[in-house]
């Protein structure tokens, strides 16, 4: 039995481009293999139309997508798409706890204060990979343990979209 990641996509990316980089998921995804043992990584993603080519890139990576309807809205003139999937997440982790040794959870979200909390209570979380060191819940502090830090010294290098490769 491997484990497995649960990764809020939304969380991941923002939390990567508020530093100054971008990341390429098809390298995390080797990373979360290599590193973390991760059989199975499930993405979670708000669907909009014409993001087609991007959708498969993932699936191609070896990621599992796990849709979340989204909602268009206008606020001050700007046009807005909403997806919310911490509800699919912990939602899914659960559905597959049986299936996994360890759960990695992808996020700095305090929304999931309470599967993480539940997660370490059963022996259950391999690690919190966290897409920002300075953006991120205070709720998650307490996890500090279980903490990987995905902008830490080093990370850029190995998981930057735009590091050259020999």
């Given at each position: ?23 390429d998921f098809r390298r995390f995804r080797v990373y979360l293999r290599d590193k973390h043992t991760v059989s ?127």
């Amino acid at each position: 039995m491997s484990n497995y990641a649960f990764i809020d996509s939304q969380n991941l990316n923002l939390g990567i481009k508020a530093r100054g980089w971008i990341l390429d998921f098809r390298r995390f995804r080797v990373y979360l293999r290599d590193k973390h043992t991760v059989s199975k990584a499930y993405l979670f993603l708000g669907y909009v139309v014409g993001n087609q080519s991007l959708y498969t890139g993932l699936q191609e990576a070896g990621y599992i997508i796990i849709w979340k309807p989204t909602l268009e809205f206008k606020k001050e003139g700007r046009i807005f798409i909403k997806g919310n999937v911490d509800g699919e997440l912990i939602l899914h982790s659960m559905i597959e706890y049986s299936n996994y040794k360890k759960a990695v959870i992808v996020s700095g979200d305090g929304d999931f204060h309470c599967l993480i909390e539940y997660l370490v209570s059963k022996d259950k979380l391999h690690c919190l990979c966290i897409p920002n060191q300075y953006r991120f819940s205070s709720l998650l502090r307490k996890f500090r343990p279980f903490i990987q830090f995905l902008d830490a010294p080093g990370m850029r290098e190995k998981l930057s979209k735009t590091q050259k490769r020999e």
